[in-house]
């Protein structure tokens, strides 16, 4: 399995600020994504971090909001830009398992509230 | 576009009762299967993974069956404990996205002592 830390863990800021979220794994890792889980909702995914190359955005995400770095293979940060009220979420980094099982591995969220 | 269905929504049970979580899904084109757990306010634990070309796995209490061609899957938990609160979601991989997981809703669960 891998080990994921994400920072911060937490935050409140004020809308129209940004904010990154970094993501930090154990071990090299090829897939690596980002999730959205607005309150009292399931997760969304935002974007695969792509190593070297832009992120893949899925439909309704876009760069000019989210953009995305990942300058290896076990990091990566998500930043949440021009805030409004309605980013407030939970935001949670995934790794899959190099294996043929694929299987996925969260970090702990970072739970923004935007004011 | 594959769909995810968690029921019930809620679930509240005595302590030592057995728990059924179901789960179904529209596309059986699935890699895989994967149950989490996540506790308020936290990240998602990996409970259990299941491949498309299996139709159980077991650790300790939980135990969940897949039925691909059905579109279903259940994670039982057996003799339920107070520490088994917390809300459970599942989440499929299909065979044309790499990675990518779709999630249901979520069960959320509490076990009273």
């Known amino acids: 399995s891998a080990v994921i830390s994400q920072k911060p863990s937490r935050d409140i800021c004020q809308r129209g600020t940004s904010l990154t979220i970094q993501c930090q794994v154990d071990?090299?890792?090829?897939?690596m994504f980002w999730y959205r889980q607005q309150p009292g909702q399931s997760l969304t995914l935002i974007a695969t971090?792509?190593?070297?190359?832009?992120?893949?955005?899925e439909s309704g995400f876009v760069i000019d909001k989210f953009p995305i770095s990942r300058p290896n293979l076990t990091f990566s940060t998500l930043t949440v830009s021009n805030m409004s009220p309605e980013d407030s979420s939970i935001y949670l980094c995934?790794?899959?398992?190099?294996?043929?099982?694929?299987?996925?591995?969260f970090g702990p969220g970072t739970r923004l509230t935007v004011t | 576009k594959q769909e995810v269905t968690q029921i019930p929504a809620a679930l509240s049970v005595p302590e030592g009762e057995n728990l059924v979580l179901n789960c179904s899904f529209t596309d059986s084109a699935i890699y895989n299967l994967q149950w989490f757990r996540q506790d308020p306010g936290k990240g998602l634990t990996s409970l259990l993974l299941i491949q498309s070309s299996q139709r159980e796995q077991t650790s300790g209490r939980l135990n969940a069956s897949l039925d691909k061609s059905s579109g279903r899957s259940t994670l039982y938990i057996a003799a339920s404990q107070p520490g088994d609160s917390a809300t459970y979601l599942c989440?499929?991989?299909?065979?044309?996205?790499?990675?990518?997981?779709?999630f249901g809703a979520g069960t959320q669960v509490v076990v009273t002592p």
């Open positions: 971090a792509n190593q070297g190359s832009e992120a893949t955005y």
């Open positions: 995934s790794v899959v398992s190099s294996s043929f099982s694929y299987e996925q591995y």
């Open positions: 989440a499929v991989m299909t065979t044309d996205s790499w990675g990518k997981l779709q």
């Open positions: 071990s090299q890792v090829t897939m």
